[in-house]
């Protein structure tokens, strides 16, 4: 693994490897590179077993993250979220089903989703940057609205009320 500035570190109670397995199928060009375990000094003081997990590093889609098993101390809020940038409906559609899978229906809206290990995500048309920050207020103002309605996003839907096309 290429050595890079900032790595995101995703604090999990004990699911770390659970949540790692699931994002590298989800992904294409992911892998992991490396787990580390519990040896019996560092069990102990963190009161886990011998062998479990500690930290597994991974890349998703080539970037790179960690994933600690550090207990339940903190938990995920929606303060953080990643950014899945999406060309098709069917990119969209593939990673709102996978990383949904299991998660809380509650917290799907306008193209967020909680998955099951409680982590966020925006699954998001790679236009829709370009459309909200559109010149044109209107236009801007017509997709942000659309977004609102939706849940998944639908890439036809939003190009629509950009252009001001009824749906």
């Known amino acids: 693994m290429k050595l890079v500035r900032i790595t995101p570190c995703l604090w999990f109670n004990d699911a770390a490897e659970a949540a790692v397995a699931q994002y590298v199928r989800v992904f294409p060009d992911s892998r992991i590179a490396r787990t580390l375990r519990y040896d019996a000094a560092a069990a102990r003081q963190a009161g886990r077993p011998v062998g479990s997990v500690l930290s597994i590093e991974f890349e998703l889609d080539g970037q790179p993250f960690t994933a600690l098993n550090g207990g339940p101390l903190f938990r995920f809020n929606e303060s953080i979220s990643f950014v899945v940038h999406c060309a098709t409906q069917a990119e969209i559609d ?44 209107a236009a801007a103002s017509r997709v942000m609205r659309a977004m609102l309605a939706m849940r998944r996003l639908d890439i036809v839907a939003l190009e629509r009320a950009h252009r001001g096309k009824p749906g």
């Open 94 to 137: 593939h990673y709102w089903q996978a990383l949904g899978e299991g998660g809380d229906p509650s917290a799907q809206q306008s193209g967020w989703l909680k998955d099951r290990f409680g982590v966020s995500w925006q699954v998001v048309p790679s236009a829709l940057p370009g459309w909200l920050a559109d010149p044109d207020p």
